[in-house]
């Protein structure tokens, strides 16, 4: 059975935070494609003071429907301060 999405954010973010020992920032998007749910998460890369330099990670993370991790990357980094364009017009 298909998990709810909230449920499978929530499994993404634990398994990806136990894989890479970071702390999670933010859900920054979920969409399902064919066979995969594509979950992109901020993660705490390096903490700073001021938190506002904080260094984050965007990953991307493909769970499949019950959930499972089937692979992660790295997309980005950024500080926490800095805002980011979108690419889309």
């Given at each position: 059975?298909?998990?709810?999405?909230?449920?499978l954010i929530e499994k993404?973010?634990?398994?990806?935070?136990?894989?890479?020992?970071?702390?999670?920032?933010?859900?920054?998007?979920?969409?399902?494609?064919?066979?995969?749910?594509?979950?992109?998460?901020?993660?705490?890369?390096?903490?700073?003071?001021?938190?506002?330099?904080?260094?984050?990670?965007?990953?991307?993370?493909?769970?499949?429907?019950?959930?499972?991790?089937?692979?992660?990357?790295?997309?980005?980094?950024?500080?926490?301060?800095?805002?980011?364009?979108?690419?889309?017009?």
């Amino acid at each position: 059975m298909p998990m709810k999405t909230v449920r499978l954010i929530e499994k993404a973010s634990k398994e990806l935070s136990a894989i890479t020992g970071l702390d999670i920032s933010t859900t920054l998007g979920v969409e399902k494609d064919n066979s995969h749910w594509k979950v992109t998460l901020e993660m705490i890369e390096k903490r700073a003071i001021p938190d506002q330099m904080d260094i984050l990670g965007v990953y991307e993370v493909l769970v499949d429907e019950e959930g499972n991790l089937v692979s992660f990357k790295r997309k980005g980094l950024r500080k926490r301060m800095d805002t980011q364009e979108s690419d889309e017009e």
